[in-house]
């Protein structure tokens, strides 16, 4: 229930209490009041009646010289004058008529025998029981209010006549009061009070729903206000009107202001947010930050591929639900944060599952503030240990190609004209020897290699200008895999291809498909006896991935470090320039490259390109099947 709707009950309700409460007491005075009146008036006629008899008693009996001496004769001489004396009953009927509200005046004798009354009729009856006042002053007055309402009674008031100095009374004097015509008394004055009971209630519910409006409306107005400034929505169109109290005009005015500042501040936060969220999604290495309660905040995509779960699954969670303690990594993580102790590249190896084992470096920070020292949150930081040695693979590659580069560039053009110098001289010389030397035609051979060796140098390093353009990468691959069709069939090699949707790269076709190429005839050449050749690409987040994988004899773990090198070949024909040109076209492409390689198993290489923004949409589209 609304704070309006119990202010509205509780005006009603406590109007409707103090009403009823000061109309009981009302009523409680009233029938009290009413039912002493009407007493005390029943007794003033029946004393004036006691007197007036007596009076009359002792005048008829003087007049008549009788003298009793015993009680019977007494009683039997006054029963006598009451009943035959017509003053007496004239006496009644002149009382009744002046007295309100009473019915009947009756003499009865200690029997209920009615010896005189005001009307000839009651004469010679018995008298009727009827409620003595006595017994209804003592009664409930509620019960007396409620009969007098809804029954029809008589009450009556009792004097008791009787001669000195016997104390035994002779007569009953009894004044009988009708209850309806109490009740026609009385009524008016009930009706009176209905009335105002009926209004009071009325006013009751009229203030009931205006006072809450009148008092609960500027704070609503200032609840929206502070909804408002909460949703970031907050204008001057909701400040006070110019009706309204100094007081809510001046909160509203505050308001106004702290809704300015929560607005800059909550974009301030919101940028700051947006900022760390793509810092996130640019480091490998998967980042969780928690709050202080333990629940998950933020969380880079590489966490999502690490965990194996979206960014929806993982938001809100709480730490042991994501790491439980039952785990290797949970444990280390969940006792660094119970015992509020921070960890730093601690090594943990993942056992191995569906895809092998995982070797980890796992970083636990606990955020505090600076002032109080309070917890405000953690920072935990898992890295792949084999990415990482793999990018340092990539990085020492890529420092070897740059410093061969620098070497042969120059060395290259310094042999150049030595060795064209002594092809020359030789030619000379041959032609002025009239046999043929054998030795003369080795070394035209090896000047000749030579040659061709500092030509592949100088080729290598010759810089590339990149005819760059959106393409489609699974394009590029079935160009490829139409190349090498009819030479993996002789083989005896299976070709399986899983190429989704379209993948946009920004490339030179021509170099990507020699690179592709380099890498697939690796892979046919590796099964000698026949196999698979998978070959797949995919959208990864922002990246186009190509995976080729063969079933050859894999790469001995002690040259999986050098294959990419220049010259560098395990092939009696091989040039070892295959697969260094490749990784270079690959970094041209601001792309990487990777394998991983198990003896007896086969080699798989990863290939990763940037996606055009552009066109993401339309590939993670088709990528859905939804286009």
Avoid at 38 to 48: C, T, Y
Avoid at 384 to 408: H, M, N
Avoid at 517 to 544: F, H, P, Y
Avoid at 581 to 596: K, M, N, P
Wanted: hydrophobic fraction near 45%.
């Amino acid at each position: 229930m609304s704070l309006k709707a119990r202010l509205r009950v509780a005006i009603v309700a406590l109007v409707t209490l103090v009403v009823i409460g000061m109309s009981a007491l009302y009523l409680y005075d009233f029938t009290r009041m009413t039912f002493h009146a009407a007493s005390e008036r029943a007794g003033l006629v029946a004393d004036e009646v006691k007197g007036n008899l007596v009076d009359r008693l002792d005048r008829e009996t003087a007049a008549r010289g009788v003298h009793p001496g015993a009680l019977q004769e007494w009683k039997a001489n006054w029963s006598r004058v009451v009943s035959t004396d017509p003053s007496i009953a004239e006496m009644l009927k002149r009382t009744l008529a002046s007295a309100d509200l009473v019915v009947a005046i009756l003499v009865t004798d200690d029997q209920g025998h009615v010896l005189a009354a005001s009307s000839p009729d009651l004469v010679h009856t018995t008298q009727k029981p009827a409620e003595d006042f006595r017994d209804l002053l003592a009664r409930n007055w509620i019960v007396n209010l409620w009969d007098l309402m809804t029954r029809r009674e008589d009450y009556t008031t009792t004097r008791t006549l009787g001669v000195e100095p016997y104390k035994q009374p002779f007569f009953n004097i009894t004044v009988v009061i009708r209850s309806v015509l109490l009740k026609h008394a009385v009524q008016p004055a009930l009706q009176v009070l209905a009335l105002t009971f009926g209004s009071a209630l009325f006013i009751s519910i009229f203030l009931g729903t205006v006072l809450p409006t009148v008092i609960l409306d500027p704070l609503q107005r200032v609840s929206r206000s502070i909804d408002l400034i909460r949703t970031g929505q907050f204008d001057t169109s909701t400040l006070a009107l110019p009706r309204e109290a100094s007081e809510f005009a001046a909160v509203q005015s505050k308001l106004s202001l702290l809704g300015q500042q929560f607005r800059g501040a909550k974009q301030d936060a919101l940028e700051l947010r947006s900022n760390v969220e793509q810092l996130l999604e640019r480091l490998e290495e998967a980042v969780l930050l928690f709050d202080n309660s333990g629940r998950l905040m933020m969380a880079g995509e590489t966490a999502e591929r690490m965990l194996g779960k979206n960014r929806e699954q993982l938001v809100g969670r709480s730490l042991e639900e994501l790491f439980p303690v039952s785990t290797v990594l949970g444990n280390v993580i969940v006792n660094a944060v119970r015992m509020r102790e921070s960890v730093h590249n601690q090594a943990v190896t993942i056992p191995p599952e569906a895809g092998g084992a995982m070797r980890l470096l796992v970083t636990v920070e606990i955020l505090r503030r600076t002032s109080s020292q309070e917890n405000i949150g953690t920072l935990i930081t898992l890295r792949d240990v084999e990415s990482r040695r793999q990018l340092e693979v990539q990085l020492g590659i890529s420092s070897r190609l740059a410093a061969i580069s620098r070497l042969t560039s120059g060395v290259a053009h310094e042999i150049k004209n030595p060795l064209n110098a002594m092809a020359l001289h030789l030619e000379v010389l041959k032609s002025k020897l009239d046999v043929q030397e054998p030795e003369l035609d080795v070394i035209a051979r090896e000047i000749k290699r030579l040659d061709n060796v500092v030509k592949t140098f100088l080729n290598f390093n010759k810089p590339v200008v990149l005819q760059a353009r959106p393409i489609d990468l699974n394009r590029v691959v079935e160009q490829v895999l139409a190349l090498v069709l009819v030479d993996a069939q002789a083989r005896n090699i299976e070709m399986e291809k899983a190429l989704n949707g379209k993948l946009w790269i920004n490339g030179d076709p021509d170099l990507l498909q020699q690179a592709i190429l380099n890498v697939v005839n690796n892979g046919i050449e590796a099964m000698k006896d026949g196999g698979q050749l998978a070959v797949r690409t995919e959208w990864s987040g922002e990246e186009c991935r190509l995976t080729i994988r063969d079933a050859g004899p894999g790469i001995a773990p002690e040259i999986q470090d050098r294959i990419f090198n220049l010259y560098f070949t395990t092939k009696q024909q091989g040039t070892g320039i295959g697969l260094a040109t490749t990784f270079r076209v690959v970094q041209l492409h601001s792309g990487t490259i990777d394998f991983v390689s198990e003896q007896g198993k086969g080699t798989t290489f990863r290939l990763r390109f940037p996606g055009m923004m552009d066109y993401q949409g339309e590939a993670l589209t088709s990528a859905t099947g939804t286009s």
